[in-house]
């Protein structure tokens, strides 16, 4: 048996789990409301609700009123149930699930075309309610950054077709848009106007990445072993630094942990830039909540990595304290 240890890379993280009183209840809601589409097969559905991408939201917006974290629960069923369409299909049929998903987001009154693919009317009914509370900046900027992930995911899939692996700087170039964090964040100011000055400031930018970088370095480490046996870790930091870095499966965990290291120490750098930052009182206000729900994130997914059955199944919350891993079998996952 071959075992490796995941790093623990949350210790020190000021930010304590917590959770949205609404969630049992949302959950309900938004997973009868995605059942009803029938996207999966039996088998595939009870995986799909393995995963609880409504704890997934209920985790990473604990303060947010029932009506957003509706909206917020049902975006998360459509990041995934996009990922899991997109993972099985060449590019060209990923670019056009890419366009049906995007032109329902932007005409979420418009019916569907007969015989679209199922992907396009969930989209669809999901900013069909979410435009109803979701202030109208927010609205904006969901649109422009879910047609940046989508496009990545297209890019991911020419990748994929290819069997091209990346260098470490173009992995983390395409893997900030594919995790899907930019579309994630974007509930954190349903309730707020944020100024495009306050959003695109520099030093708000920097921090946002690295909490993306944060993110997404704790999912490949969760979701190595699944992908390796699967064959499926060309999109995966550990494997991609093995093999441009010439390192075992140890080593490239630990060169992974000192990158992990490197952007929270950044973190908390531009953490305290902010503070002696202002943009008035009531915009104030609204950027405190903001950093809290990015800085929140992190602790969310990491959460999230091993409660889910995503990644380790019923064994998640015992991997999380002891960190030890057996490496299963290729082929294993499929």
Sequence with gaps: MVEFHLPETMEGWPWPRRINPHYNEVKAESAAWFRSFNAFSTKAQRAFDLCDFSLL???????????????????????????????????????????????????????????????????????????????????????????????????????????????????????????????????IEFAMDLPAEVYHHPTITALSLDVTDI??????????NKEQAAGDDLHNIICIAMHELNLDLDGALAWVASVHRSRVAHFFELWEQLQSMSWGPETDADVAIYLDGLANWVRANDCWNFESGRYFGQEGVAIQRHRTVELMPKAAAS
């Design 57 to 187: 939201a209920s985790l990473a917006y604990p303060t947010l009123s029932k009506e957003h974290l509706r909206t917020s629960c049902d975006m998360m069923n459509l990041v995934f149930v996009f990922d899991e369409y997109t993972d099985i299909r060449g590019p060209d049929e990923v670019e056009q699930l890419a366009n049906v998903v995007m032109d329902a987001l932007r005409n979420p009154e418009k019916e569907r075309p007969a015989g679209e693919c199922v992907v396009g009317e969930v989209a669809r009914q999901f900013w069909h309610l979410g435009v109803q509370t979701a202030s109208k900046t927010s609205q904006t900027r969901f649109l422009e950054v879910f047609d940046r992930y989508t496009k990545a995911v297209v890019d991911q899939a020419r990748d994929r077709s290819a069997a091209r692996m990346r260098t470490i700087e173009e992995y983390f170039e395409i893997r900030r848009l594919t995790i899907g964090t930019d579309p994630s964040y974007v509930p």
């Design 215 to 224: 993110i997404l370095i704790d999912n490949d480490l969760c979701s190595y």
